[in-house]
């Protein structure tokens, strides 16, 4: 079956340091990956996605590219910000499932 | 304006009990769903309905009966609350089904005593 394997945490970074959370998936046919975000005491928000192989998606700095080849979705950002402590979702939805498989969530905190 | 809407925001409630949560969407989408997340912040899918019929059920104790009276609402109730399901359950919705970019709900934080 389908499944996304995420870095645990957590992370802490000094701010205006380069951030990398790794992300890789396991899945049938051609799925769609994508990165949530989670503010303390707040829902989900979608960050970014990619939909095919050498994607990239991109929002607020954060980056990712869809790696086929080693089924991966690098979250990456060069300089992040106090604001960016969140917890970071990897999340794959296949194809004809209707439904997400998220990783595990990774902590980021990021100190002044 | 909240675009998916819960409540309550915290509920505490003894083991055994009955209780229920809503939810509402204003997006004008067909399709929402119920997540749990646990204390480990692992978050999995509970329930999908589109257009108020359901399409996702999980692997989920019959406790757990979602409710949509009509596609903008979907209700969680849950009977005979046990220890185990003190966690944080999330609202989303989508559209159309098949969409896969969701929107969340802020969470309901279930604590069982």
């Known amino acids: 079956g389908n499944s996304v394997t995420q870095m645990e945490g957590p992370v802490t970074l000094s701010e205006e340091a380069f951030l990398t959370i790794n992300c890789t998936y396991t899945?049938?046919?051609?799925?769609?990956l994508f990165w949530y975000v989670q503010y303390p005491g707040e829902g989900l928000q979608l960050l970014l996605k990619a939909t095919k192989a050498d994607d990239k998606g991109s929002n607020k700095g954060f980056e990712a590219t869809y790696r086929k080849e080693t089924t991966s979705f690098h979250l990456e950002k060069g300089s992040v910000q106090v604001s960016d402590s969140a917890v970071y979702f990897c999340?794959?939805?296949?194809?004809?499932?209707?439904?997400?498989?998220f990783g595990t969530g990774t902590r980021l905190k990021v100190l002044a | 304006d909240t675009a998916v809407s819960q409540t309550p925001k915290y509920l505490v409630t003894q083991m055994g009990n009955d209780k229920s949560i809503k939810c509402e969407q204003n997006l004008g989408h067909d399709t929402m769903y119920w997540y749990k997340q646990d204390s480990k912040k692992f978050l999995k899918i509970m329930f999908s309905?589109?257009?108020?019929?359901?399409?996702i059920n999980e692997t989920v104790p019959n406790r757990f009966s979602p409710k949509s009276p009509d596609k903008a609402h979907l209700n969680l109730h849950i009977n005979s609350l046990e220890l185990g399901d003190s966690a944080v359950y999330f609202c989303?919705?989508?559209?159309?089904?098949?969409?896969?970019?969701?929107?969340f709900g802020p969470g309901t934080r279930l604590t069982v005593l």
């Open positions: 999340a794959l939805w296949g194809s004809g499932t209707y439904k997400y498989i």
């Open positions: 899945a049938t046919g051609y799925p769609s």
């Open positions: 989303a919705s989508s559209a159309p089904r098949g969409s896969d970019t969701q929107y």
């Open positions: 309905y589109n257009n108020k019929e359901l399409i």
